[in-house]
Antibody, heavy 122, light 108 residues
């Protein structure tokens, strides 16, 4: 069955960096885009961008340009999200989600990881 | 960017009741709309895509309809396990893929 398994919760200080992983199984990794979605505590969902798992090209939503990096370890069917220079407002749960439309940028999200809670606090 | 206005923000309903949640787009999104269910502490789960297509394994009491700028999610015969937050998402306009603010569904 299709699964996206993410790494565990993180507690970081402002200014530090964090790397979150998302390991896919049950399908051909390079046939579907991987998207990233942020959910601040008690808030709604915000799309961060996506990575083309075939070419490795990342695309970032406007609010996530600069400190956010999407990457792949395609041989391990894993997508990664790295956030540098962490700020208090980065405290949130970060989800990876498979693009149901294949490698298209405009897509619904048919399978989701369990989410990673990142807490930024001094 | 397209704005998605979801209503109501919260909803209280009884077991067995039919519930409708609506999403309005700021411009035509040509059925590029999905609905998700999110239970507390869990990840969102896809219910409906392309406005009216039921995702694999989703109970048939869930249905989606609409066109143009107006879309709705209907839950027939509400069950206790349907207590959750529901979000719409448009994916016609890029960037970004925009979510509605969500509807919290509780039991009366």
């Amino acid at each position: 069955q299709i699964q996206l398994v993410q790494s565990g919760p993180e507690l970081k200080k402002p200014g530090e960096s964090v790397k979150i992983s998302c390991k896919a199984s049950g399908y051909t990794f390079t046939d579907y885009a991987m998207h990233w979605v942020k959910q601040a505590p008690g808030k709604g969902l915000k799309w961060m961008g996506w990575i083309n798992t075939y070419t490795g090209k990342p695309t970032y939503a406007d609010d996530f340009k600069g400190r956010f990096v999407f990457s792949l370890e395609a041989s391990a069917s894993t997508a990664n999200l790295q956030i540098s220079n962490l700020k208090n407002e980065d405290t949130a749960t970060y989800f990876c989600a498979r693009g149901g439309s294949g490698l298209l940028s405009r897509s619904y999200f048919d399978y989701w990881g369990q989410g990673v809670m990142v807490t930024v606090s001094s | 960017d397209i704005q998605m206005t979801q209503s109501p923000a919260s909803l209280s309903a009884s077991l067995g009741e039919t519930v409708t949640i609506e999403c309005r787009a700021s411009e035509d999104i040509y059925n590029g709309l999905a609905w998700y269910q999110q239970k507390p502490g869990k990840s969102p789960q896809l219910l409906i895509y392309n406005a009216n297509s039921l995702h694999t394994g989703v109970p048939s009491r869930f249905s989606g309809s609409g066109s143009g700028t107006q879309y709705s999610l209907k839950i027939n015969s509400l069950q206790s396990e349907d207590v959750a937050s529901y979000f719409c998402q448009q994916y016609y306009d890029y960037p970004p893929n925009t979510f509605g603010a969500g509807t919290k569904l509780e039991l009366k």
